[in-house]
């Protein structure tokens, strides 16, 4: 068996287990199982079938998991995993008890956005970009206050 399809087997179930504990959708949890039975039991390497373009003809790999599987062999890691792997700072995991913000949505501004403060949080609340994410289920208004009430205070 080819090393580059062993790694992201060991890659793919990793992911299924993090996701998996953090209670993810079931289905997404068992795409990456499959995907990883389907690369154990591929009988060429990965790489040679991504050369050719034909990811997605392996049972169980679908456009996501080609591009993630590109993403590995091009740069040895994929970093969805990283972000599953690396926790949030506890300050941060907190904000997930703010109205309208959950687990998911503070894990996609932590990653994605770069928002790392309270101070951030607050600036991208006022830009009304955050109204524009499907995962945010909120009023701007009700988060913008809880979000001060948390700050310190400032002098005027």
Do not use: C
Request: charged fraction near 30%; glycine fraction near 4%.
């Amino acid at each position: 068996m080819s090393e580059h399809n062993h790694q992201l087997a060991v890659v793919f179930r990793s992911m299924a287990d993090l996701l998996s504990s953090q209670r993810a959708n079931p289905y997404r949890v068992r795409a990456y199982r499959r995907a990883a039975d389907a690369l154990l039991a591929l009988e060429e390497d990965v790489a040679a079938v991504a050369k050719r373009q034909e990811l997605e003809e392996i049972d169980g790999i679908g456009t996501d998991l080609a591009k993630k599987i590109d993403e590995f062999l091009e740069t040895g890691t994929i970093r969805a995993y990283e972000e599953l792997k690396t926790p949030l700072p506890p300050e941060v995991r907190s904000w997930a008890t703010l109205p309208g913000l959950s687990d998911s949505l503070v894990t996609y501004l932590y990653f994605r956005l770069g928002i790392r403060t309270l101070e951030d949080l607050e600036q991208l609340i006022q830009s009304h970009l955050l109204r524009t994410l499907p995962s945010f289920a909120g009023s701007e208004e009700r988060l913008l206050h809880a979000v001060q009430q948390r700050m310190p205070h400032r002098e005027p």
